[in-house]
Structure formats: structure tokens, C-alpha cells
């Protein structure tokens, strides 16, 4: 397996006066059927949130660095769900970082946009009953999405990364990025092939939350 290094971050990255609010745990080599990557994990200093992130090459802060960031989908990532695109996505992002020789993807832990697995479920069965994914969150009193990123941004900063391609269709999570101070050089759109139930679900990301997509 190929050597795999994370530089220290470097002074103004982040920027002066942003204090780092997530902690690094504990670092190993992953090989996986998408490639050869390093893998680590976070967790929150101002939560009980924990974080995981894969890593492919030399972490530079003078490097325009592909990455992600990754919410994530139990049903999807996991068990294959084709109500979503979000498996394809994240099985694509490890594809092009791998291409590519030097990326990252954070995978951070607020599955169904911040509201849980249990919620998302109850999510799943308005929409059974035709609501769809943003009437199915407002119908339970949750936001349509209520993830933060902030410290995925601080994670990038500690890898090392000040300028980042983010692999994403959401501008809610560019803005954020770029805010909490990366500079963010290029915007990666990432469209997979869907099976007929996600159809819906993208047209909904496209018209009702601004979501970058062709569909």
C-alpha cells in the first residue's frame, strides 16, 4: 500500500482567530474496492458528534484538493436504497479522489439532514403515504435541513487543506464551507445514475432546496 501523509496545518489556515472545535483520534490504512486510502476519526469537543474521514495523498495546504462532504445515509450507504442518490454519490467521490491521487471526504454523522435515522424513518412513512422528503421533514416539526458544517470545515483545516474542489450539488454547504474560510477554487458537480424511486426525490432537491442538479 502506498504511503499515505498528513501535513501539519499552517499559520492563517485556518484563519487567525478561528479556534478548532473537533479532535483527531486516531489514524489507519484502508484498503478498499475503490482504492487504497487512510482512514481517521474526529470527534467534537462541543458534542457527542464523532466524524469519519477518508484520505487519499499528501494533504497540502498549497494544493487545490478535491473533496467531500458526506451526510450520512444509513439506508443508502449502507443498505442500498435506491430511494436516494446518496451511495452512488459517495461510491462516486471515492472513485474520482482515487483518479485523482490526493482527496478527502468527511463523513460526518447527521443522517436525514440532522434529524436521525429514527426520524428519517418516520420520514419514510409520510412519504409512503405521498408526502415528499421537505413535507415529510415539516410534517414531523423538523427543519428541511438542519445540518451544519462548520466542523467538517475544521477538519479540513487540521488535515491541512486551505483550498479545496468540493464534489457537491449543494450550494447551502458551498457557502457554509467558504464562510467558515476555505478557499473554495472549483465546485465539482457529482450526478449518478438513479433507479425510477429517486427520480422524485432529486426533482424535489432541485426545486424546493436550490440543489445544483439537471434533473
Do not use: W
Amino acid at each position: 500500500m502506498e504511503n499515505l501523509t498528513i501535513a501539519n496545518p499552517v499559520v492563517d489556515c485556518p484563519p487567525a482567530g478561528r479556534s478548532i472545535t473537533v479532535e483527531r483520534v486516531a489514524t489507519a490504512k484502508l484498503p478498499t474496492e475503490k482504492g487504497d486510502f487512510l482512514i481517521a476519526g474526529y470527534r467534537s469537543l462541543i458534542s457527542d458528534e464523532e466524524f469519519v474521514v477518508l484520505i487519499k495523498g499528501e494533504m497540502r495546504p498549497e494544493v487545490p484538493t478535491l473533496v467531500r462532504i458526506h451526510s450520512q445515509c444509513l439506508t443508502g450507504d449502507v443498505f442500498g436504497s435506491i430511494k436516494c442518490d446518496c451511495g452512488p454519490q459517495l461510491h462516486k467521490a471515492m472513485e474520482m479522489i482515487q483518479a485523482e491521487g490526493r482527496g478527502a471526504i468527511v463523513y460526518q454523522q447527521q443522517e436525514g439532514r440532522g434529524i436521525g435515522i429514527l426520524n428519517k424513518i418516520r420520514a419514510y412513512a409520510l412519504q409512503d403515504e405521498g408526502a415528499d422528503t421537505v413535507e415529510a421533514n415539516e410534517a414531523l416539526g423538523f427543519a428541511v435541513d438542519a445540518r451544519t458544517y462548520e466542523q467538517c470545515a475544521e477538519i479540513l483545516f487540521d488535515l491541512g487543506l486551505c483550498q479545496v474542489k468540493v464534489i457537491s450539488n449543494n450550494p447551502d454547504k458551498l457557502q457554509a464551507l467558504e464562510e467558515a474560510g476555505l478557499t473554495i477554487v472549483e465546485r465539482i458537480p457529482i450526478e449518478v445514475e438513479t433507479d425510477p424511486p429517486a427520480a422524485h426525490y432529486l426533482r424535489v432537491k432541485k426545486e424546493k432546496m436550490g440543489h445544483l442538479l439537471k434533473v
